[in-house]
């Protein structure tokens, strides 16, 4: 049933009706519990919660379905603002994007200028900037874009997922950037033919990228709410010597959030990924389905009240 319903969100997350839909009504149905407003001053006041509570932050500016150039550039735009907003208020928080938000699906030309764009303020205003990683599709090209960018850019990573079975490859070719990688599971529904079909086999190639990103002494972002992938990592840590100061824990806004606690009480850097703006509806949808059990939250936020 779990995986029927996974799919299911998985299927709905994909929905431009939908999404459209989800624009023109806003923050409704629960998605409040996951996302921090449509402004990047509702944002900004949950950035300072959370940096009170001993928090790092990292905010992403929603988008999917980006269909134009002036959309893409006005993604853009929002990035730039948001980037300033984090400067001007003294906050810890570094910025996330999706480089479809940036017109990935566009042009290759519209996206690199984009994203030098948003690194140019970036660097101006030492934030940093992490491309986060979609379906298997956008994979490779996301890479080049990244390499790209990085022999001109100190403030920039990217992240990759474990359910691929290119990642191991993908962490070796990269070492030579000496990037900081956000590593994840993934959240997409992709085929048998490009990704581990089984949680054992997803798990364990996290544990793998774990540790060889580690070892290879880049800074690595351990991006998941399992407890048997953090005990991993507090572990693998610990037996190499390696230094609280080259990784953190990141999870996701609104989920587990005594556990995010209890990380930063336990002096490890926590950082939450707090999704912002008013493309909500593909990211909503994406929370259900790995974790179906959000939907009684849901349920209860739409007709408890």
Excluded at 52 to 80: N, P, Y
Excluded at 228 to 247: C, H, N, P, R
Aim: hydrophobic letters at 40%; charged letters at 30%.
């Amino acid at each position: 049933m779990e995986q029927l319903l996974r799919n299911f969100f998985l299927f709905l997350s994909k929905n431009r009706f939908f999404t459209k839909l989800a624009k023109r009504y806003g923050l409704r149905f629960g998605a409040g519990r996951f996302v921090a407003g449509e402004t990047v001053p509702a944002a900004v006041e949950t950035i300072k919660e959370l940096n009170g509570q001993g928090m790092s932050v990292t905010i992403d500016h929603l988008g999917e379905f980006i269909d134009s150039e002036k959309e893409a550039r006005e993604a853009a735009d929002g990035c730039i603002e948001a980037i300033k907003a984090i400067a001007e208020n003294e906050l810890d928080s570094q910025l996330s994007l999706k480089l479809t938000s940036m017109g990935l699906d566009i042009s290759d030309e519209l996206v690199i200028e984009n994203m030098r764009r948003i690194l140019d303020v970036a660097e101006e205003k030492d934030v940093f900037v992490t491309i986060d990683m979609e379906d298997h599709e956008r994979c490779g090209k996301t890479l080049d874009i990244f390499k790209t960018l990085r022999a001109d850019y100190e403030h920039i990573g990217t992240v990759l997922q474990s359910y691929l079975y290119r990642t191991v490859e993908d962490i070796q070719e990269l070492d030579q950037y000496n990037p900081n990688l956000r590593l994840v599971k993934g959240a997409y529904k992709e085929s048998p033919k490009v990704a581990f079909p089984d949680k054992k086999d997803v798990d364990e190639n996290l544990k793998k990228m774990i540790k060889m990103h580690l070892m290879n002494g880049n800074y690595t972002a351990v991006a998941s709410h399992d407890d048997a992938i953090i005990e991993y990592t507090k572990e693998l840590v610990k037996d190499k010597g390696i230094s609280k100061d080259q990784f953190e824990f990141q999870m996701l806004y609104g989920i587990r959030v005594d556990r995010q606690k209890e990380l930063v009480e336990e002096g490890y850097k926590m950082r939450v990924y707090v999704p912002y703006g008013n493309d909500w509806y593909g990211y909503f949808m994406r929370r259900l389905a790995e974790r179906p059990a959000n939907v009684a939250f849901v349920l209860k936020g739409v007709f408890g009240k």
